[in-house]
């Protein structure tokens, strides 16, 4: 069994970080269109995004905040944190293939509350930054670890655009 454990607002620095890394599949790109209802064709069709300024299917922006939000959710701090703001500067495209390292940083922690602020960072395997910024988070005032909940496997299937004549 894997758990995910967290650091309590006590536990934390300024300064002190976390990050991840992340590979954008065609299927993140396609749950994602799914899920959040974002269909732009910059992102779900192949002909479009040729002929765009990217020339090719990029992912959507908030799929780079989402991936913030697994860090602060399930490592630093981790369970228990409560999102409370975020401002994102998207700064390059994240294209099919491109493995992104998210990294935060607390730059500010608060004394009357368990608030902190931390720097957020997105960056390629050629070490560009692809989206900066700042979150805003209630930290966990007390220790919790708990199981890493497996999620269920999804599968794609296209749909038949064909109509049935019965």
């Not at 607002?9 to 790109?29: A, H, P, Q, W, Y």
């Not at 692809?130 to 007390?142: E, Y």
């Not at 708990?146 to 296209?158: D, E, G, H, Q, Y």
Request: with cysteine; charged share 20%.
């Amino acid at each position: 069994m894997t758990s995910i454990s967290n650091k309590t607002f006590d536990e934390i620095k300024v300064g002190d970080n976390s990050c991840m890394k992340r590979t954008l599949t065609k299927f993140d790109i396609e749950l994602f269109a799914i899920v959040s209802g974002d269909v732009n064709p910059a992102h779900v069709d192949a002909e479009y995004a040729k002929k765009s300024m990217f020339h090719d299917v990029i992912a959507h922006g908030m799929w780079t905040g989402a991936l913030i939000s697994t860090v602060l959710g399930t490592q630093f701090p981790g369970p228990g944190t409560i999102y409370l703001a975020q401002n994102i500067k998207f700064l390059k495209p994240v294209y099919i293939g491109d493995e992104i390292t998210v990294s935060v940083r607390v730059v500010k922690k608060y004394v009357r509350k368990p608030i902190l602020v931390l720097t957020c960072v997105c960056t390629n395997q050629r070490n560009k930054n692809v989206a900066t910024g700042f979150a805003k988070v209630m930290a966990p005032t007390q220790k919790i670890t708990c199981k890493r909940m497996v999620m269920p496997k999804v599968t794609l299937s296209s749909q038949d655009n064909k109509i049935n004549e019965n």
